[in-house]
Nanobody, 122 residues
């Protein structure tokens, strides 16, 4: 599975952005997808994920209620809708995929895309 994240940019606090994670590979629909982010000088953080069917999602507390993950299997794409953005959301955002069952665990992810920069100004 090859992944490519896009949609980042520079926005003001309170704005919204939607990131996309486009995947290649006919079996993508059988993979769970997670979103991660890494701010300068900080460790990579697991933001949340969505299971293979799209029925189940998981979010860390810091983004719960503001971020929404969804997937469009027909387009082989997973989305991260980010609302009410805060300066502390500034980071490089990555998507990753796993074929394993424990997709709520950040260490489960095997396939990674390149990141997309999100910058939120105050």
């Amino acid at each position: 599975v090859q992944l490519q994240a896009s949609g980042g940019g520079l926005v003001q606090a309170g704005a919204s952005l939607r990131l996309s994670c486009a995947a290649s590979g006919r079996t993508f629909s059988s993979y769970a997808v997670g979103w991660f982010r890494q701010a300068p000088g900080k460790e990579r953080e697991f933001v949340g994920g969505i299971n293979w069917s799209g029925v189940s999602t998981y979010y860390v507390d810091s983004v719960k209620g503001r971020f929404t993950i969804s997937r469009d299997s027909a387009k082989n794409t997973v989305y991260l809708q980010m609302n009410s953005l805060k300066p502390e959301d500034t980071a490089v955002y990555y998507c990753a995929a796993t074929g394993g069952p424990n997709w709520r665990r950040s260490r489960e992810y095997d396939y990674w895309g390149q990141g997309t920069q999100v910058t939120v100004s105050s």
